[in-house]
């Protein structure tokens, strides 16, 4: 079977990534950022921006590098510039690097995010729409992107970019399924961002996963970007009534800010056509995803 190494594998997405590609047959060879991390057993520790792939791609010899590891915190990109750019413009780099002079065989599949794309002036938003990134997380995501369409041009490194929307699904305790089900556990009156109406396009994570295998088998390995979505703009106001009946909490009081937080974007919708021609049509619905959401985040708490 073939060899994946997966970067990040600790993570909410390369966790994922790790259990379907072992569940499938694939030799998986994880990578994690520190010894905490290391869960798993055959995982490797090493920090990408600091330490040498190349033994470890020596010793493997993979088929596929689909590397998860990065941020994915826009408030914190904006804090923290300097440990944004580091995990992931230079790790990425050092990554591609590592592969061209230790494993050029090895596909490299970097996971983007839609934050490239900043506030879209319409949507669907297509990939070849105009990149207007209004959060150091999504410049440097755009510069990953660049790396990847360099090393393919001037170097032969075989390379694909995913551009993932909202992802979502048990295990995630980040981003805006995480914030709602911690404050209305907690309060009978809620403070959220924004004013209800912004929306996004989620994608549950068991579709992330079968749209990235997509990618995988189906890409040009040129550079070349791929939307994941759903295809559907949901706004925050609809996910919260759908969450808090989920959570046993329907009459928990909502209220909206009225402002988003800097380098936060407004409206997302994505264009997955070019997802849909490798055949992949996403199989959870948002109602679904959300019901098995909250059922797991109560379970943690009585943990």
Request: glycine share 8%; hydrophobic share 40%.
């Amino acid at each position: 079977m073939p060899t994946v190494v997966i970067t990040g594998a600790a993570g909410f997405i390369g966790t994922a990534m790790l259990s379907t590609f072992r569940a499938q047959g694939w030799n998986v060879v994880p990578v994690v950022r520190s010894a905490e991390q290391r869960t798993d057993p055959a995982a490797h520790v090493l920090q990408l921006d600091q330490d040498d792939l190349g033994p470890l791609l020596q010793e493997h010899a993979p088929d596929l590098c689909v590397h998860c590891a990065g941020t994915s915190s826009v408030p914190a990109s904006v804090e923290h510039p300097a440990v944004d750019y580091r995990d992931n413009v230079g790790a990425t780099q050092r990554v591609l690097e590592a592969i061209r002079t230790h494993a050029p065989q090895c596909k490299f599949l970097l996971l983007s995010s839609a934050a490239v794309y900043g506030n879209p002036q319409s949507l669907p938003v297509r990939e070849d729409a105009p990149l207007f990134p209004i959060s150091p997380y999504g410049e440097h995501k755009l510069q990953c992107e660049q790396l990847c369409k360099d090393y393919a041009d001037r170097h032969g490194v075989l390379t694909a970019v995913a551009r993932i929307f909202s992802g979502y699904g048990t295990g995630l305790r980040s981003r805006v399924f995480w914030d709602i089900c911690t404050k209305a556990m907690a309060s009978d009156s809620i403070a959220l961002f924004g004013t209800g109406k912004e929306t996004r396009d989620f994608l549950h994570i068991a579709d992330v996963v079968a749209a990235l295998q997509c990618i995988a088998l189906h890409a040009q390995w040129n550079g070349d970007v791929y939307n994941l979505g759903s295809g559907e703009e949901t706004t925050i106001e609809h996910l919260v009534s759908l969450l808090l009946p989920a959570l046993g909490a329907p009459h928990v009081a909502v209220h909206w800010s009225g402002a988003l937080p800097v380098g936060v974007p407004s409206r997302w919708c994505a264009d997955i056509s070019k997802l849909r021609s490798f055949g992949f049509a996403p199989a959870v619905a948002l109602g679904n995803g959300v019901v098995e959401y909250a059922a797991w985040y109560k379970n943690q708490r009585m943990q």
